[in-house]
């Protein structure tokens, strides 16, 4: 990996973890079209990187974050059962799930359908128009939806958004709790493959990570901001075409 490589892979991971459209595959793509192997450090690199993104979503939530008890109420009790699986999962998850791309393509062609089914369930059953308006038993169930996304297609921001919905949620309430609830969850996933993998990189390796992480973040903090003004006229349902095409030049790609 180059730095050029590690500047576009940043671009793409911040221009789509909080999208409902599968940051992971949209990566595991990229990669294959630089050339790149998917070997252990394009996998950490991956996860890594998220860092960059999340911490966008401080930065614009901030304020939030410091003063909004009845929000970080929510998504704590979100994040017990995706802390609880992906922990459990770990060795799964990287060892044999990422990277697997018949698994990439089928949860990204699923997602799509199942994405644009909760949009037109939304459309009449979505009442809920702040965070804090949820009530807090079903906020765990939320975090289920989320834990979903410990295999490589399903999108940690699509789960979690279509649960959210479902929960009763409006489209961009969905979106914001998905963007908050993913800061404990990723910052612990991150956390947790730099502690087990982190005292293997050579200082090139951390360069890399360097350029990726503040590409992302400098990318999510326009994605997250677009995202959210083009939810106020628009739905999921454009997001769900998009995965099932994308699922379609990814089976293309690596399956035939």
Known sequence: MEIKD????GVVEGLTEFLPVSSTGHLILTAHVLGLPHDEFTKSFEIAIQLGSILAVVFIYFERFIKDYETWKRVILAFIPTGLIGFALYKLIKGYLIGN????VINLFLGGIVLILADRFCERFCYLKD???LPVKKAPIIGLFQALAVVPGVSRSGATIIGG????LSRRSAAEFSFIL???TMLMATAYDLFKTGGQ???SQWELLGVGFITAFFTAMV???LFLKFLNSHGFTIFG?????VAILYAAAFLL
Request: proline share 3%; net charge negative; charged share 20%.
């Open 201 to 203: 990189f050579e200082s």
């Open 182 to 184: 993913a800061v404990p």
């Open 101 to 104: 791309d018949l698994v990439v």
């Open 131 to 133: 965070i804090d308006e």
């Open 165 to 168: 919905m479902l929960m009763g």
């Open 6 to 9: 590690a500047f576009i892979l």
């Open 241 to 245: 075409v998009y995965r099932m095409i």
């Open 223 to 225: 994605s997250v901001k």
